[in-house]
């Protein structure tokens, strides 16, 4: 229940394409406190949000952000990396699919990968905006995008970000990258 370095970096990026998400349909993964969901509603977007299905205070906590952001429309569901389930199965079509600091553990980096290559079967035209933060130089996605027929794309920050949210001036210190993940062959990968 705390606004990561990564959700803020997130936040700026959606802020910066905001023409880009005007009436698209975007889903947050692990949304937590929601704040890229959020910046995404606030710039016209049809938002869902979504955390594990198994912490249902996750889960209020992503509703009780909506109602003090005055989001009443903005759609709140359970969806565990992994897990094929009738939240996941109902979700409408997506054009964007955002992940703040989704690849925080090592041990659930595939069950990410599994969700995000599903959605991005099923929204082939779609693409994932996520940012991360690097805990380790052993870790890596690399051959699980590989194993799921992923592209990913680095987005320097420095592109859209003052230096306030990608240098020291974070808590901490941190080094925050961003990445965008589409299918393979898809249009928006090449």
């Known amino acids: 229940m705390y606004v990561w370095p990564c959700a803020v970096v997130l936040a700026q990026y959606a802020w910066t394409r905001r023409e880009e998400l005007l009436h698209k349909r975007v889903l947050e993964l692990g949304a937590g406190v929601s704040?890229?969901?959020?910046?995404?509603a606030k710039c016209g977007a049809q938002v869902i949000l979504s955390d594990n299905a198994e912490l249902p205070l996750c889960l209020d906590n992503c509703r009780r952000?909506?109602?003090?952001?005055d989001l009443p429309n903005v759609v709140v569901v359970g969806i565990t990396?992994?897990?094929?389930?009738?939240?996941?199965?109902?979700l409408p079509s997506l054009d964007?699919?955002?992940?703040?600091?989704?690849?925080?553990?090592?041990?659930?980096?595939?069950?990410?990968?599994?969700?995000?290559?599903?959605?991005?079967?099923?929204?082939?035209k779609a693409q994932?905006?996520?940012?991360?933060?690097?805990?380790?130089?052993d870790w890596s996605i690399e051959a699980l995008?590989?194993?799921?027929n992923l592209n990913c794309n680095n987005i320097p920050l420095e592109k859209f970000n003052s230096k306030d949210l990608t240098g020291f001036k974070l808590p901490g210190s941190h080094s925050v990258q961003m990445m965008i993940i589409t299918c393979k062959g898809s249009a928006e990968s090449k």
Not at 35 to 40: D, E, N, R, Y
Not at 81 to 88: D, R
Not at 111 to 122: A, F, Q
């Open 96 to 124: 964007i699919i955002l992940g703040s600091d989704v690849f925080y553990e090592p041990e659930d980096f595939e069950s990410v990968l599994v969700t995000i290559s599903y959605l991005l079967r099923r929204n082939p």
């Open 35 to 40: 704040l890229p969901g959020v910046v995404a």
């Open 145 to 148: 995008l590989h194993k799921w």
């Open 81 to 90: 990396w992994g897990e094929v389930s009738p939240e996941l199965l109902l």
């Open 128 to 137: 994932i905006w996520t940012t991360y933060q690097e805990r380790s130089a």
């Open 65 to 69: 952000t909506c109602e003090v952001n």
